[in-house]
């Protein structure tokens, strides 16, 4: 069965941190791009960063440049975001996403989603 689970969110104060996981089976992790996109209450999807399959090529939008790193553990089949400098524009619902290639602008497979909320 193809999953991507993810976990790591919650609550958090602004200017803190969280680490986000997504566990990936039932497909060949490794020959994948990833990245982890978020929708916000009453907003659009947002491309936050991607992935190559080797780990090398990076991107993550404006918005969290700095403050966001993604990773990935191939041997794990683990995909990972590092939250530093957390905002309260940073509030929505976080997804692991699987890409055809690191420049596709759709994906094809998603995971349920965890809640980031960064709230005093």
């Known amino acids: 069965q193809v999953q991507l689970v993810e976990s790591g969110g919650g609550l958090v104060q602004p200017g803190g941190s969280l680490r986000l996981s997504c566990a990936a089976s039932?497909?060949?992790?490794?020959?994948?791009?990833m990245a982890w996109v978020r929708q916000a209450p009453g907003k659009g999807l947002e491309w936050v960063a991607r992935?190559?399959?080797?780990?090398?090529?990076?991107k993550h939008a404006d918005s969290v440049k700095g403050r966001f790193t993604i990773s990935r553990d191939n041997a794990r089949n683990m995909l990972y975001l590092q939250m530093n400098g957390l905002k309260p524009e940073d509030t929505a619902v976080y997804y692991c996403?699987?890409?055809?290639?690191?420049?596709?602008?759709?994906?094809?497979?998603r995971g349920q989603g965890t809640q980031v909320t960064v709230s005093s």
């Open positions: 039932g497909f060949t992790f490794k020959s994948r791009s």
């Open positions: 992935i190559g399959e080797f780990g090398v090529s990076l």
């Open positions: 996403v699987s890409l055809s290639n690191f420049f596709d602008t759709n994906y094809d497979i």
